[in-house]
């Protein structure tokens, strides 16, 4: 079934080579979606990528992706006017969806002095929440929005509980929220709509570099009403429902997609 029938749409993915992000642009591909995704990943990771992303073309939309660092300034604008050139005149970006999974995992004390340092949540800060704003900022600034755009990012209950050794992380996630509310502020007059997803416990790469992720997984999996954790296709569900019309009057929101973990 194909929803999404203007074929002058697409969605762009910061980070959609793996977990959360390619998940959600394979569903979205599914049903008709126009594909970018932005990536940046290692000659050794190519292979499976690569294997994703053949299904992603075999849906039979447009696909075109970028192994660069797109939390690079120089690098962003030359992007943009490369994947200006691909939208061609009637083309215009539909969904946004940042997936960007790039933080310090320092703990604050350590014996051996590798400890967090201000330079680390600068970097984690900037990778993961304000990278949403530059991209959000350029793609309006090149004015390849389309009217009724939505901008969906990913947080984490690491918002508000503390980890260890997540605290730059825990902050990007703060900074991440309250940047998405103020897109949804700001950039609503332009038709543009943001919301934030609180995926609970999900297995993915991104989880696993968290020390002591096995203990987190575990309690995940026992602490849910479902008492499963939190797959990709969970998380991509969501993002679809975000995309469809029906969906225009939410806006500025911290949604948790989690089976109900949150209320245990």
Not at 31 to 51: C, F, S, T, V, Y
Not at 67 to 88: C, F
Not at 117 to 135: G, I, N, P
Not at 173 to 186: D, F, G, Q, S, Y
Request: hydrophobic share 45%; aromatic share 8%.
């Amino acid at each position: 079934m194909v929803d999404f029938n203007d074929k002058n749409q697409w969605t762009l993915c910061l980070g959609g080579s793996s977990g959360l992000g390619y998940a959600s642009a394979l569903k979205l591909a599914q049903h008709g979606m126009n594909m970018l995704i932005i990536h940046r990943d290692r000659r050794a990771a190519m292979p499976q990528i690569e294997k994703n992303f053949s299904a992603i073309q075999a849906t039979g939309v447009q696909f075109v992706s970028f192994n660069e660092d797109a939390l690079n300034e120089e690098t962003r604008h030359r992007l943009i006017g490369q994947i200006a050139d691909v939208l061609g005149e009637k083309g215009r970006i539909k969904g946004l969806i940042h997936s960007v999974a790039k933080g310090n995992l320092k703990p604050m004390v350590d014996s051996d002095k590798r400890v967090l340092t201000h330079q680390d949540f600068e970097l984690t800060l900037s990778a993961m929440a304000l990278s949403l704003y530059d991209w959000t900022q350029t793609i309006f600034s090149a004015n390849l929005f389309a009217q009724d755009a939505r901008i969906v990012s990913f947080t984490s209950e690491g918002n508000r509980k503390a980890w260890p050794n997540y605290a730059a992380v825990s902050a990007a996630k703060v900074a991440l929220e309250a940047i998405t509310r103020n897109i949804a502020l700001a950039f609503a007059p332009y038709g543009i709509r943001a919301n934030c997803l609180q995926p609970g416990i999900t297995d993915t790469a991104s989880l696993r570099a968290i020390p002591g992720s096995d203990t987190l997984l575990a309690y995940g999996e026992k602490r849910n009403p479902f008492k499963r954790l939190t797959q990709p296709e969970d998380v991509a569900n969501a993002v679809f429902l975000l995309m469809q019309a029906e969906a225009a009057w939410i806006n500025g929101c911290i949604i948790p997609v989690d089976g109900g973990s949150h209320i245990c």
